[in-house]
């Protein structure tokens, strides 16, 4: 068992989503950034698609009743081993009667905390995952708090007995530049809205949540063109609502939308948008269908490349 000491900011249970629901209404969720998720489960010898900790801003603090070994990616929030640091991408053992850690965000805004075997929470139309909107899954459908006591599956897989870690360099995962494929309302936009979308920095609006990412920048205008029928929308869609200011949905986001539809965020960028903060800005690059599959095909090898290697 692991008690929860500290419950940080936001911590909720995640795993990759419960993928098949969304035609009853139901958003996939799941981690927003996969990439820092699977790699934390390589870590520590977890299936891709266990569940972990996902710490917004501000880490918790957990107290370990039994031997462990633990992982931390994503957003750097000076995690330690009572006092002994552990640092971002990296995976080390944790003893019974040791204290894990995570403070204040210092870059990134989501650290993911996988722990060996995974945590062991009901399954919820086949996934663990934590969707507060409608208190489904994780911990009673709700982020953690103080007093809470997390189970931990038994592992699949012998852990590492030493610490550990990767060299994320190659997956281009810190960029300021977010690429995004064409629309079928971004015709609509004049022509003075259509180049500030590809020309202008759009910065996150303190608001923004699991459910989509509001952007501040300059105000889009429509030409012309009715008010568009509800559709399904997709992770990394970018919308635009009457105020003028796009909103990118994200990991909680709706199953439709009635919004116009500016494009999509290719898939190997929204671990970029998943680690923005309030107040952090990115530009908005065109690039084609074709384009973003190779760039994602290409990712898909280097973490199987990286996942391969740590097992």
């Not at 929030?77 to 640091?85: E, L, Q």
């Not at 870059?107 to 909107?133: E, F, K, M, N, W």
């Not at 992770?235 to 909680?252: E, F, R, T, Y």
Request: glycine share 10%; charged share 25%.
């Amino acid at each position: 068992m692991i008690r929860v000491l500290r419950a940080g900011a936001y911590t909720t249970v995640q795993d990759r989503g419960r993928r098949g629901w969304q035609r009853d209404g139901v958003p996939v969720g799941g981690a927003m950034d996969d990439a820092a998720l699977r790699l934390a489960n390589a870590l520590v010898n977890n299936p891709p698609n266990a569940a972990v900790l996902e710490a917004t801003l501000r880490g918790p603090t957990l107290a370990f009743e039994v031997d462990s070994y633990v992982a931390i990616t994503g957003a750097d929030m000076d995690a330690r081993i009572d006092d002994r640091r552990l640092a971002t991408w990296w995976a080390a053992p944790i003893r019974a009667g040791q204290t894990l850690t995570l403070d204040m965000s210092r870059a990134g805004c989501r650290s993911y905390i996988a722990i060996q075997g995974g945590i062991d929470v009901p399954v919820v139309l086949g996934s663990r995952s934590t969707y507060v909107r409608a208190a489904l899954g994780g911990l009673d459908g709700r982020a953690l708090k103080r007093g809470d006591m997390l189970s931990v599956m038994s592992p699949g897989a012998e852990g590492p007995s030493l610490s550990r870690g990767i060299d994320i360099r190659h997956l281009d995962l810190q960029r300021e530049v977010v690429r995004m494929i064409d629309g079928p309302h971004l015709e609509r936009l004049d022509r003075t809205s259509r180049r500030a979308l590809f020309s202008a920095p759009f910065a996150m609006r303190p608001e923004s949540d699991r459910m989509g990412l509001r952007l501040a920048g300059p105000r889009l205008i429509l030409a012309s063109g009715d008010e568009p029928l509800s559709a399904g929308v997709a992770v990394g869609s970018v919308q635009l609502p009457p105020s003028g200011d796009p909103i990118v949905l994200m990991a909680d986001r709706q199953t439709i939308g009635g919004y116009p539809r500016l494009g999509d965020v290719a898939t190997v960028d929204l671990p970029i948008l998943a680690q923005m903060r309030p107040g952090e800005s990115i530009r908005f690059e065109q690039v084609g269908a074709a384009e973003a599959e190779v760039l994602y095909l290409a990712r898909e090898h280097e973490m199987e490349r990286i996942e391969l290697f740590l097992r």
